[in-house]
């Protein structure tokens, strides 16, 4: 089993930066391609950044520019800078292999908020 952990969420005002931080661990036999997911109550969860193991990265349209997904694959750490937040940046955020492959960590709440 693989264990996701993520941290680095918090209560930031509008144009505000915050970065996540989401940490693998356990049964990791290869390197996966990567996300960040976010979830608003009554929504689906939603995929905002992705990075593959090579270090390409795509992003939803309304985070790109502002958002920067990151790793480190000696730490099995995937990171995501957040800049310019705005009042709909609000949600719980998750990191997940692209297939979502592996079971859901907490998730860390992210509250944008004047």
């Known amino acids: 089993q693989v264990q996701l952990v993520e941290s680095g969420g918090g209560l930031v005002q509008p144009g505000g930066s915050l970065r996540l931080s989401c940490a693998a661990s356990?049964?990791?036999?290869?390197?996966?391609?990567m996300g960040w997911y976010r979830q608003v109550p009554g929504k689906e969860r939603e995929l905002v950044a992705g990075i593959t193991r090579g270090g390409n990265t795509n992003y939803e349209d309304s985070v790109k520019g502002r958002f920067t997904i990151s790793r480190d694959n000696a730490k099995l750490t995937v990171y995501l800078q957040m800049t310019s937040l705005k009042l709909g940046d609000t949600a719980v955020y998750y990191c997940?292999?692209?297939?979502?492959?592996?079971?859901w960590g907490q998730g860390t709440q992210v509250t944008v908020s004047s």
């Open positions: 356990g049964r990791i036999f290869r390197i996966n391609d």
């Open positions: 997940n292999t692209v297939t979502k492959s592996w079971r």
